[in-house]
C-alpha cells in the first residue's frame, strides 16, 4: 500500500434509530404506538419477527473511501451530523464498522469527546500511563514524557486525583497533552478542543503544527474554517454519511461555505435534520424584526433590531431556566457576533406547547457580507434542548452607522465602533 497511512474502502456505518424516544413524540403518539406494540405482539405468530415501525436502519456514512499518505494534515468538515465523529470513532476502533474496511499503519492516539480514553477512577498520573501503555509505549518512554505533559496541560496540582473530579476543561487539557506527547504516528483530534479556553487552544494549535512538523499524521474535525485553511494540506467534505469532496483544504472550506448559504436558504427550521441536543424543545422558526415589527431581510450596521426565535415545546409543560444563544459566523467561518442570554443574567421561561423569544440589540455593529446565523437553547445551563449551527442566512448591507453618512471602510474591518477624538486628557477625565 506504498506510503498511505491510512487507507479506507467502501466503509459504511448503520445504526438502529428508535422513534419512540423522538422530539415529536407526543402523550398520544406514546398511547398509540404502545398500543400497537401490544396488537404487534398479540399477532405476531411465534418464532417470527414482524418489522418494528418504530426501528429504523439509519446509515450514518455510506460508502466512504480515501487514502492519507505519510506527513498529511487533513481536516474533516461537514454539518453536525454528517458523519465526522462516526468516522474517527471507526478509525480509532471504538466502533466497529458495518460495512467495508479500514488499514492502518502506525501507532494511532486519539482524541474525542470528552471521556473516552480516559478511566475515570484513575487519577491523572495513572492514566499517562494507562494511555501510553495502550500506545505500546514503554514504562521508560512514558517517564521520559511525563514532565511534558503535565505541564502542557496544567495539571501539576491534580495528579494524584480521579479524573472523575476533573473539570471538562482540565479533562481535554490532560486527554489533548497525552495524545499529543506520546508520539503517535497517527494524530486523531475530534472537536474536542473546543471546550478548552482561547489560550489553550491556541497552545494545541502550536503543539499539532509541531507534530506535523516532524512528519506525523493528523486528522481532525473542527468547524474553524480558519484552522483548516491555516493548519491542513487537505479537506475532506462529509455530507450525510458520504464523502462529498476530497481536495485542498481551500476548496473544501470553499464548497463547505457555498452549500451552507444555499442549504440555509431552501430548508425551513422544524424541517432540518442537522441539529444535536436533546429536542424537547426545537426551534422552528427564526426572523429578524425591524424597530416596527416588520420582517428585514437585509440588514443595516447601526440600526435596531430584534431576533425572534419561535419554538415548539414537547415537553408538555412550562419550563423555566432557559438559556438562549444566537451567533452569527461570517463567510470566513469565523464567530463574530455571540449573544447569549446567561451573559445577562437572563433566564427564560417558555410557554408549555409553543411561543417566542424575543432578543433585542441596538446599534447592530458588523460591517457589511453575508453571515450565517447559529442558534442554541439549554435548560439549567446543563442540557442542551437544541443546536442549529449556520442555518439560516443574513445579509449585512449598508446603513449609516455614525449618523454622518460616512460608511466607515467595512472592507478592512469587521465591526464598527464610536469613538470619540480629542486633544485633551481632561476631556475623557470629565466623560468616562
Ligand atoms: N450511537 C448512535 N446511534 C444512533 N445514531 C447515531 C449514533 N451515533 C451517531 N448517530 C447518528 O449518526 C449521524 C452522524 O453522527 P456523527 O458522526 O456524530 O456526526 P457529526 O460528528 O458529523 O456531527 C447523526 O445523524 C447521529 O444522530
Ligand atoms: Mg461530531
Known amino acids: 500500500m506504498s506510503d498511505n497511512v491510512v487507507q479506507v474502502e467502501n466503509l459504511g456505518k448503520k445504526y438502529i434509530i428508535s422513534h419512540q424516544k423522538g422530539a415529536n413524540t407526543t402523550l398520544r403518539d406514546a398511547l398509540t404506538s404502545s398500543a400497537r406494540a401490544i396488537s404487534r405482539k398479540l399477532l405476531t405468530p411465534f418464532g417470527k419477527r414482524m418489522p418494528d415501525p418504530n426501528h429504523q436502519e439509519f446509515w450514518a456514512l455510506k460508502n466512504v ?61 495513572e492514566n499517562i500511563f494507562l494511555n501510553g501503555a495502550i500506545l505500546g509505549m514503554s514504562k521508560a518512554e512514558i517517564k521520559k514524557k511525563f514532565d511534558e505533559i503535565v505541564s502542557f496541560a496544567e495539571v501539576e496540582k491534580f495528579l494524584d486525583t480521579p479524573v472523575k473530579h476533573y473539570s471538562s476543561g482540565m479533562y481535554v487539557r490532560l486527554a489533548f497533552a497525552i495524545a499529543a506527547h506520546l508520539e503517535p504516528e497517527i494524530l486523531i483530534v475530534d472537536e474536542v478542543l473546543a471546550v478548552g479556553d482561547v489560550q489553550f487552544q491556541k497552545k494545541c494549535l502550536g503543539k499539532m503544527g509541531n507534530v506535523a512538523k516532524e512528519g506525523r499524521t493528523i486528522l481532525f474535525v473542527t468547524h474553524n474554517m480558519s484552522m483548516v485553511e491555516s493548519l491542513c494540506d487537505r479537506g475532506i467534505l462529509l455530507e450525510e454519511g458520504t464523502l462529498c469532496l476530497d481536495g485542498t483544504s481551500e476548496e473544501a472550506v470553499r ?150 453618512g460616512n460608511p466607515g471602510l467595512p472592507n478592512f474591518c469587521k465591526f464598527l465602533v464610536k469613538a470619540e477624538w480629542s486633544t485633551s486628557h481632561v476631556h475623557f477625565l470629565s466623560h468616562m
Not at 492519507?68 to 454528517?82: D, F, L, M, S
Not at 417558555?350 to 447559529?374: A, R, T
Not at 446543563?382 to 442566512?393: A, G, I, K, M, R
Open 255 to 404: 464548497v463547505y461555505l457555498e452549500k451552507s448559504y444555499s442549504l440555509a436558504q431552501e430548508l425551513p427550521l422544524n424541517q432540518r435534520k442537522d441539529r444535536t441536543g436533546s429536542g424537547r424543545v426545537r426551534v422552528s422558526s427564526f426572523r429578524i424584526l425591524n424597530e416596527k415589527g416588520h420582517e428585514e431581510q437585509v440588514l443595516q450596521s447601526g440600526k435596531n433590531y430584534y431576533f425572534e426565535i419561535g419554538y415548539s415545546n414537547y415537553i408538555g409543560k412550562r419550563l423555566s431556566n432557559v438559556v438562549v444563544g444566537i451567533g452569527l459566523v461570517d463567510d470566513r467561518g469565523t464567530l463574530d457576533l455571540l449573544l447569549r442570554s446567561n451573559f445577562t443574567n437572563d433566564y427564560l421561561t417558555l410557554n408549555s406547547d409553543k411561543g417566542y423569544i424575543l432578543c433585542g440589540i441596538e446599534n447592530l455593529p458588523l460591517v457589511n457580507g453575508l453571515y450565517l446565523v447559529s442558534m442554541y437553547l439549554s435548560h439549567a445551563d446543563s442540557e442542551t434542548l437544541d443546536h442549529l449551527q449556520e442555518v439560516v442566512s443574513v445579509v449585512i448591507d449598508g446603513g449609516d452607522f455614525f449618523g454622518t
Open 65 to 125: 473511501s480515501f487514502e492519507i499518505k505519510q506527513g498529511e494534515v487533513v481536516g474533516i468538515i461537514g454539518r453536525n451530523g454528517a458523519g465526522k465523529s462516526t468516522l474517527l470513532k471507526i478509525l480509532s476502533r471504538i466502533t466497529e464498522p458495518t460495512k467495508g474496511q479500514i488499514l492502518i499503519t502506525g501507532r494511532v492516539a486519539s482524541l474525542l469527546e470528552v471521556g473516552t480514553g480516559f478511566h475515570p477512577e484513575l487519577t491523572g498520573r
